[in-house]
T-cell receptor
């Protein structure tokens, strides 16, 4: 069975500093990996995804993520955090084959950016 | 224009009642999903329909019954509501045709409170 681990419930960072939100995964075969963000009382918004190719993928709002196959990780990063980045971040994995393949989410990491 | 819309946004009801949540997407996607997000923000797939055909049916009480009248709509009917059904329910849609790598677009959520 596939799974996603987000080891940190919360990440605190000062505005202007770099941020990292960690994610590791387990899935059969090559994974499709996604990051979503959820602002309070809102639905999830897609940030970026890794399908194949370059291990560093860039997404919305200046976020990027690095796929590391040997460490089965897909950490989310941003060079300079903004207070407006404060939200709940979800990592998700999906197996590449099968129409019944599910998108499995991690438990989420709350990012708090302070002035 | 709202891509994925849900109604109602809030639903407060008594135990034992029957209620429905409606979802519509105007993105032309062929697949729609229902997710449940509990009080700890854990997000779990419930159902998925591809071209009006049920393709994912997770371990969900049979009091929950999805219905897809067409590709753009996916409704969720819940019979005999219980306290534990209180949660936020998210509808999502995506293109499944071509592969599992397409991101899902989420609706704003329906907050269900069972008293």
């Amino acid at each position: 069975a596939q799974s996603v681990a987000q080891p940190e419930d919360q990440v605190n960072v000062a505005e202007g500093n770099p941020l990292t939100v960690k994610c590791t995964y387990s899935v059969s075969g090559n994974p499709y990996l996604f990051w979503y963000v959820q602002y309070p009382n809102r639905g999830l918004q897609f940030l970026l995804k890794y399908i194949t190719g370059d291990n560093l993928v860039k997404g919305s709002y200046g976020f990027e993520a690095e796929f590391n196959k040997s460490q089965t990780s897909f950490h989310l990063k941003k060079p300079s955090a903004l207070v407006s980045d404060s939200a709940l971040y979800f990592c998700a994995v999906r197996a590449p084959t099968g129409t019944a393949s599910k998108l499995t989410f991690g438990t989420g990491t709350r990012l708090q950016v302070t002035l | 224009d709202t891509a994925v819309s849900q109604t109602p946004k809030y639903l407060v009801t008594q135990m034992g009642n029957d209620k429905s949540i409606k979802c519509e997407q105007n993105l032309g996607h062929d697949t729609m999903y229902w997710y449940k997000q509990d009080s700890k923000k854990f997000l779990k797939i419930m159902f998925s329909y591809n071209n009006k055909e049920l393709i994912i049916n997770e371990t969900v009480p049979n009091r929950f019954s999805p219905k897809s009248p067409d590709k753009a709509h996916l409704n969720l009917h819940i019979n005999s509501l219980e306290l534990g059904d209180s949660a936020v329910y998210f509808c999502a849609s995506s293109h499944l045709r071509g592969g599992n790598y397409n991101e899902q677009f989420f609706g704003p959520g329906t907050r269900l409170t069972v008293l």
